[in-house]
């Protein structure tokens, strides 16, 4: 055991967050009210329900497609309808240029927080929303053909999902010493939000057989903040690069849950609700 042990390394990319421990002298392992009940009830439901996702998310890409929950996707700009392609590199290109900024700031304000003015603000603004792309399917590195790994996925027209980088670096790092590695499950809870337009299949064999075929997405920009997690997690958009191999994956976010635990929170706070009410103390049988 302890040899196994020893031959298992931990993701030098991952980190432990620090987290505060509840104040154990006053814990008791009963809910005050109703709402209270309630309000433990989602939490323990979201939080198992982001814990399959992430332990999903720990198996590779290729893993993933034979499980039915992803697809490896290629972007290529000569697949693209007319002006798509530019406009992802207009994207890139003001996103570069919000880069060049914040760095000239850091340089010569180290202890600040960058903030952008108005004029660098229209300069640098951009939005993936609504951008259609076409995406070559992979299956390289996967032990089944196109044809099964269609037939296997999960994913289904109109489902939200996240695009994400096959590779990823460490961009906090110098040049020099970046090294890629696939992406963590914490990293793709902020990745690029997509819808799926649908699964074409451009080529068939004699048999019928998928040999070839397109991922259309329509990109989405994400919201979220502090206050909407651990139901809805906010996006970090980047435009595609060139060629560059990516992953498409459920999306993790429930804005239902986070409706149902603003309803929650109130009834916790002492809002008012009839129907809670009802619930709490029964009218009296007719």
């Not at 329900?49 to 290729?62: F, G, I, Q, Y």
């Not at 929303?129 to 269609?150: N, P, V, Y």
Request: glycine letters at 6%; one cysteine or more.
């Amino acid at each position: 055991m302890e040899h196994v042990a020893a031959s298992v390394y931990g993701n030098p990319n991952t980190q432990k967050t620090p987290f505060v421990l509840p104040d154990l002298g006053r814990y008791e392992d009963k809910a005050r009210t109703l709402a209270h009940a309630l309000h433990e009830f989602l939490t323990i439901e979201r939080l198992v329900e982001l814990n399959d996702w992430k332990t999903t998310r720990h198996a590779t890409p290729e893993r993933r497609v034979l499980m039915g929950n992803s697809l490896l996707l290629r972007y290529c700009e000569e697949d693209q309808e007319p002006g798509i392609a530019e406009r992802n590199q207009e994207n890139e290109r003001r996103r570069r240029k919000r880069e060049e900024y914040a760095t000239a700031f850091r340089a010569l304000n180290p202890d600040k927080q960058f903030r952008m003015n108005k004029e660098q603000s229209a300069e640098c603004k951009w939005s993936a929303e609504g951008l259609k792309l076409k995406l070559r399917i992979e299956t390289a590195g996967i032990d089944c053909d196109l044809h099964e790994s269609l037939l296997m996925s999960n994913l289904r027209d109109g489902d939200r999902l996240v695009l994400f980088s096959r590779w990823t670096v460490d961009e906090r790092l110098p040049v020099v010493e970046r090294k890629e590695f696939t992406p963590t499950p914490k990293q793709m809870l902020y990745g690029q939000r997509a819808e799926l337009l649908g699964l074409v299949a451009t080529e068939k064999d004699a048999s019928g057989r998928m040999t070839a075929a397109f991922a259309e997405v329509e990109l989405k920009d994400g919201f979220g903040s502090d206050s909407t997690k651990p139901s809805v997690f906010s996006a970090i958009s980047r435009p595609l690069d060139n060629g560059r191999c990516y992953t498409l994956d459920p999306c993790p976010n429930d804005w239902y849950g986070y409706w149902l635990n603003q309803v929650v929170n109130g009834l916790c706070d002492g809002q008012p609700s009839v129907l809670y009410d009802r619930l709490v103390t029964p009218p009296p049988p007719r």
